[in-house]
């Protein structure tokens, strides 16, 4: 029997009451958490309770013992790490996924979901400007969607190399040689490992972050030569799109071109960086990726959409349907050729994560999210141009996209400033190190950053560089 109404209303009405209060208080909280986990363990943990909890009692309990844990992530006054806030038509998306509750694998049981995602994968596609004859999913990240390019890739590869992969697996199988940038981002070393394919080859970068295409082209040269002729040698190569510290993009006309005179199959990880091939005055930085095989991005970042949802797109659809379907008695699939949505990603079972990024590209159009793109390098180059005039402050990349990496003199100095800032509360800014030094990075993501927040920051910034020279001069 299905449940009534009511028996929701109490629940849903707490829920949207406490996200309310969470979302209005952005503009005037501390950004970081007032507690700790390990505090916060004794009002969630302890026995099991016998007894239950009505429903809006346990979201009024979950929501007030929560709050003093949760980043203010939605606040335009987060600049950390490279993490988005989210549009309102893609919050209220969400929270109609989660009532339509639809395990939106199979286009014959969640038609509605299953249209969505396939309209919202064509309007990317268009977007973005990559092949429309490709296939798109909808992943947990960027960490799955770019293992989703690349487990594409390795089917292909082995396939070309006349190796039935699906059958004999990767044992005896021909050696896929992986070649990547110095500074690449870590997951694809991660997806590479999660697909048995080892240890890439390292390409040298630029003061950027850039591959040095030149060097790309020996490095594959390299290898053929290694493989002294004696059959097929599977080459892929990743390619980056928006270096994490510096915002760099890999000089994709001439490392595309590098590696398909050498065969290979060319990957583009763009977990933030991919979107800015939506800014026609932007078109530099992305010029040739289209070129690629596969992409992979996170629409949680730039686009702005609630967690979790990367994006993977593969232009051979067919590569990205045998490395991600399955085919067994009990699912019903369409029978009219299209992929069913699990065919794209490693899950069987998820939900219908495509949904907000519909709802996203809905409220904004074409000139909406081209417009949101720049406000975020509009901010990144307001910050960098305001922090870089403050005394004992130096901006380290060439700020081109959103990404602002600082230093405060020497690396004690500057791990002192980063701390001061989070201490702070009014912005949180993390720290990394990059080019042998520890660095303040800031990364400009949330669509809500606004120019009060930019000067908010560079106040916060001021102040903690003024603190640290008064406490240890």
Known sequence: MSAPENRYSDALEAAARHARRWLESQETRRVGPRATASGLAADFGGPLPPGGMPAAEVVDYLATKAEPGLMAMPSGRFFGWVIGGTLPAALAADWLVSAWDQNSGLRFATPATAAIEEAAGKWLLELLGLPEESGVGFATGATMANFTGLAAARWRLMSDAGWDLDGDGLSGAPRIRCFVGQERHDTIDLGLRYLGLGRPTVVSADRQGRMDAAELDCALDRALAGAGGSGPVPLLVCLQAGNLH???????????AVAKSHGAWVHVDGAFGLWAAAVPELAALTAGMEGADSWGTDAHKTLNVPYDCGIAVVRDSRALRSAMGLHTSYLIQDTDGAADPFESVPELSRRARGVPVWAALKSLGRDGVANQVRGLVRCAAQLAEQLSALD??????????????????????????TARIIGDGRVWMSGSRWQDRDILRISVSNWSTDDADVAIAVDAVRDAVAAVAGHTG
């Not at 510096?246 to 595309?256: C, I, K, R, T, Y």
């Open 392 to 417: 004992g402050v130096e901006v380290l990349n060439d700020v081109d996209y959103t990404q602002v990496s600082l230093a405060f003199g020497d690396d004690n100095t500057t791990r002192a400033v």
């Open 246 to 256: 510096s915002g760099a993009f890999d000089p994709f006309l001439e490392a595309v």
